[in-house]
């Protein structure tokens, strides 16, 4: 890990602050269960020790063993998790029961990835695109709970006269503890568009139309 880190660190030298944002945190991609957490822990302390990050992050895995990861770090004055990286959007909401709450005890933020579930809640149902078309994930995924739910997002983004990626994007802001949402675009206009949803306030009502229609499924993306 250290190894990789120096070359990432490497690459990233360049006068610009992106750069310099590149190696600030180093986020651990995965749980692996062949791996101990004293040994993953320890790894991602060095990185920081020896300077090529600032901060560390985990990234989708269960509660239990952020929570594990975190009181092993915490209780062996180690450096500890600022930051999970979390699927969590209107259309998957597995995280808010068992994530988020471990989060808020630990002080940890969300850096939510997939909050436009894979573009489903970007277009109306009947609008098609070449991902949709192509995509096996978001083909098999989407379900009649999900219709009713991209339906409302379409209708509030109409009412309020903005995007239904807005609407979504509000919505994933809105919930506690949420830092900055990890979205995906292709165009400049959508990433605009995308990031006027910080100015877009959600009502309690307009929160609780959009979840109504939720059905709870299968966690996956962990080990």
Known sequence: MGSAASTSLTRSRRPSSASSLIMSMCSSAIVSTMTPIEETM???????????????????????????MQNYAINNNLTPFISMQNHHSLLYREEEREMYPTLKMFGVGAIPWSPLAKGLLTRPLGEQTKRGETDVFVKRSRTENDEKIIARVEELANKKSVSMAQIAVAWVLSKDGVTAPIVGTTSLKNLDDIIAAIDLKLTPEDIKYLEEPYAPRKVFGHQ
């Open 42 to 68: 320890r790894a991602l302390h060095d990185v920081v020790q020896a300077g090529y990050a600032r901060y560390i992050g985990m990234s989708s895995c269960y509660a239990y063993q952020f929570h594990a």
